[in-house]
């Protein structure tokens, strides 16, 4: 098929390709003729388009009793409700755990039941259950623990939860061994004994757990629990699921669009008082879209488990108390800017050690003083410079390493580290297909990498195949306009596995070119046909694309991006948020 706008090697060295082969539907035209081509091109099949178009959770959501060990996990978190036991969630101290603990906290009490929280600090005991948190929490008087996103590689500590009478139910989505920890009830869409759950692999934990919740609320109504008391709306708690999805970078496809799509809308109500609080704080005055959940409410979530005390997301994910909430999310954004200072000087000498890596398929680097909280989004910043998968490591005191990585579309890394484990080059590990978590032991970091390589490699070079930059349309300069901004939100939201559709635009030439923020490069352009556009190129001052748009003069050129709509004027006007240029002449 000829590339669009005939671009067969861009600026970056991309071959410009129609995405899913450009097949028009001829029964549509208008809007509707491009939202079928962007459903057709993410390989939805017509008998969904309506219900893409429109995701609800009544079209998308599964009877939760098809997963495996749900109806028992129902069973005894109702159990404990009606007789008021002290039941402790469990969570991680990423967005994903915040958002799935503060959903069942939240219904546990609305419920009637006795709930509190435990988060595991990050830096002083690690990630998920341990032995002593679970004797300990048993001491206190718990009676039933809930993990969420964690706990299903915790065979340990929920042996010992076992050993002191603790019941103990996993809420998961993490990959998982043949072979299950000891407890009450592992839900699990990626349980190895799955049946027809496992396609819903893709959720989050926070999505496992809106489906245990409406198993809860669906057991009490048939006990006649809500004969004299008020049901839970499960609605309600859409926009912490939308979050936690959005910032667990999970395909947004099938159920995670509606929770996300349908969490949004629930979020511009604002009746969550933490996430009003964060909101503010954020600085968002209009209503959240998709892209603030993850680059602008998840990162503040996030901070608190990186840098600060990581049951702060929960806490604020919890209160209904305005003046707590507000101190909260200050204290949450205060740590945010804390993180990003430590983030670039880690990204700034991971980037340097990272220069010893260029042949590998996986890029493993390690470093002295990393600070644990912040190499996961390190790992995700190489990752992107890399085009490979990345696992940065934060070397120990005692030579041990942790660390955390993140992969690119069709490599498993949490695969790949969950198979490492199993052969014994790790002490602990596991994860999704994009992002994983390690501990090696000292001297293993050598070995460890071989096997990754090995591995992984046949998957990174089929993944890094053709540079191709895949687009969805092609206008002129004057299709660049608030219409098409609004139509492609039609097919929205965007995000991991939907992604945001890319627009080629052509030919412009550059009007003015300058540096504005952190590096970014804005681009004010005019088109043959009268048009003119500002665009933006993120993180690009120092980069090849940065230095081409200043150089460019007056040779015409194509542009290929995002169309967004631009509100800070008077009159809302579209812009380009650019991936790629080429040069017409």
Known sequence: MTPVFNVHTSLLGNRWQWRGGHSPDPAADGVDALLHQLFRARGAVHGDFDRLRAPTIRDWLPDPSIFRDMDTAAARIAQAVRTREAVVVFGDYDVDGATSAALLVRLIRDLGGVCSYYIPDRLLEGYGPSADAMRALAASGASLVVTVDC?????????????????????????????????????????????????????????????VAVAVNRLLRS?????????????????????????????????????VSQGLKVMASRR?????????????ERAAVAQDLGFALGPRINAGGRVGRADLGVRLLTSN????????????DRLNQERRMIEAE??????????????EAVAV???????PGVIGIVASRLKDRLHRPVIVLSLQPDGSAKGSGRSIPGVDLGGAVL????????????????????????????????????????????????????????????????????????????GQGWPHPRVASGPWTVVKCDVVGESHVRVILSG??????????????????????????????YLAGRVKRDDWGKTPCAELHLDDIAFAD
């Not at 108390?321 to 949450?332: F, G, K, N, S």
Request: glycine share 12%; proline share 4%; hydrophobic share 50%.
């Open 365 to 371: 680097i390690a470093g002295e003083g990393w600070h």
């Open 272 to 284: 969550n008082v933490g996430l009003n609080a964060l909101i503010e704080v954020a600085g968002i």
């Open 419 to 494: 198979a490492a484990k199993e052969h014994g080059l790790l002490v602990a590990g596991g994860g999704h297909a994009m992002a994983a978590g390690v501990t090696v032991a000292p001297g293993g970091i050598a070995a460890f990498t071989e096997f990754l390589n090995q591995r992984c490699a046949a998957e990174v070079t089929r993944a890094a195949v053709a540079t191709a930059l895949m687009l969805d349309a092609a206008v002129s300069p004057r299709g660049v306009c608030i219409d098409l901004a609004e139509a492609l939100d039609g097919a929205g939201p965007y």
């Open 151 to 211: 706990g299903t590689q915790g065979y340990e500590a929920l042996s010992a939860a076992k050993g002191s009478g603790l019941d103990v139910i996993v809420v998961d989505h993490h990959r998982a061994s043949t072979e299950l920890p000891q407890a009450v009830a592992v839900v699990n869409p990626n349980r190895l004994d799955e049946a027809e759950g496992a396609a819903f692999g893709h959720l989050a934990a926070v999505g496992v757990a809106f489906l």
């Open 346 to 359: 880690v990204t700034e000498s991971a980037i340097e050690t990272a220069r010893g890596s260029a042949n």
């Open 528 to 557: 043959a046909d009268g048009a003119r556009v500002k665009a933006m190129a993120f993180r690009s001052a120092d980069a090849p694309l940065g230095a081409a748009l200043a150089g460019a003069g007056k040779r015409p050129l």
């Open 223 to 259: 006990q006649g629990w809500f004969e004299d008391r008020r049901e839970p709306k499960l609605i309600d708690l859409l926009d912490i699921v939308a979050l936690g999805t959005v910032a667990d970078v999970v395909p947004l496809t099938g159920l995670n669009r509606a929770f």
């Open 321 to 332: 108390d305005p003046v707590e909430a507000r101190e909260l999310a200050q204290v949450l």
